[in-house]
């Protein structure tokens, strides 16, 4: 299985892409969290990525299709992958159908999450994420059990991402409308495109995801 999860920022795909790893074992392969772990330990590419991640813009393609592609050598990935967040313009889903070709292997499913932009505001403005594991909170609808402290590990404290200000969701939105939602096309014309409405409650939306991929 090789999963493309495509959406705006805020629909949910990050959640979704945990709940496979933990149900299902395949990796998640996020070019966000490879770029704010860079970013973490100071690299140089973490210092790049930063200040344009920090704009809302999109990191180059030449760099992320060189993460992705070192990620997918892993012995993990042979069983099954999850796309998420990769591919985000044409010339990286070119890319990425370029490299499985190369291994005789192709994506299995592209399943777009559809939220109007509105909600993904709320959603985005309100995530708190626990520094340590990554986990993700939301301070109305997915609250730890203690405040500020993360259920899974126990560390604190859980923070705002840079990019979850409002101006910068809004510049986020739409570098998503321009560059990203035309990859659908790409996944459509190959039969492989899957539509389902993240609006819901995530194990809703979850059981459609699993329907989807199927
Ligand atoms: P990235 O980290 O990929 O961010 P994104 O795509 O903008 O996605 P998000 O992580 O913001 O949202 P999500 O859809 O995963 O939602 P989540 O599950 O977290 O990219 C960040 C930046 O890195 C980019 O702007 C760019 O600069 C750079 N970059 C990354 N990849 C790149 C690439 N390929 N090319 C170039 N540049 C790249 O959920 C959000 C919140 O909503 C959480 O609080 C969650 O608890 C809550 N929530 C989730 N589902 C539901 C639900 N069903 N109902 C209610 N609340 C929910």
Redesign the pocket.
């Known amino acids: 299985m090789i999963a493309v999860l495509l ?10 892409a945990k709940q496979l790893l933990a149900e299902r074992g395949w990796p998640q392969l ?4 490879m ?2 772990s860079a970013i973490a330990e100071n690299t140089d590419l973490g210092k790049r ?1 930063k200040a ?2 920090d704009r ?4 180059s ?1 030449e760099v ?1 299709i060189g993460l992705i592609q070192d990620r997918m050598g892993k012995p993990d990935c042979k069983a099954g992958i999850v796309l ?6 044409i010339p ?1 889903a070119h890319a990425l159908d370029a490299m499985l070709t190369k291994v005789k292997r192709a994506v299995t499913r592209c399943v777009l ?1 559809e939220i109007p932009d509105e909600s993904l505001v709320k ?2 403005s ?3 994420t626990c520094l340590k594991c990554g986990a ?3 301070v109305e ?2 609250r730890p059990k203690k405040e500020g402290v993360c259920d899974n590990c126990g560390s604190s404290p859980l923070v705002q991402r840079d ?2 200000h409002a101006d910068v969701i809004r510049k ?1 939105l739409s ?1 998503y409308h321009a560059q990203t939602a035309p990859i659908a096309d790409h996944y459509e014309q190959q039969g492989k495109l899957h539509k389902l409405d ?5 194990k809703e ?1 979850y059981l459609a995801l699993i329907q989807a991929l199927a």
């Open positions: 959406g705006p920022p805020g629909s949910g795909k990050g959640t979704q996020s070019t966000g969290d770029l704010r990525a344009i991640m809302g813009e999109l990191v393609d992320v998420d967040g990769f591919p985000r313009t990286q999450f959603r985005l309100g995530r708190r993700m909170y939301h609808s997915a990019d979850d986020r570098v993240a609006s819901r409650a995530p939306v």
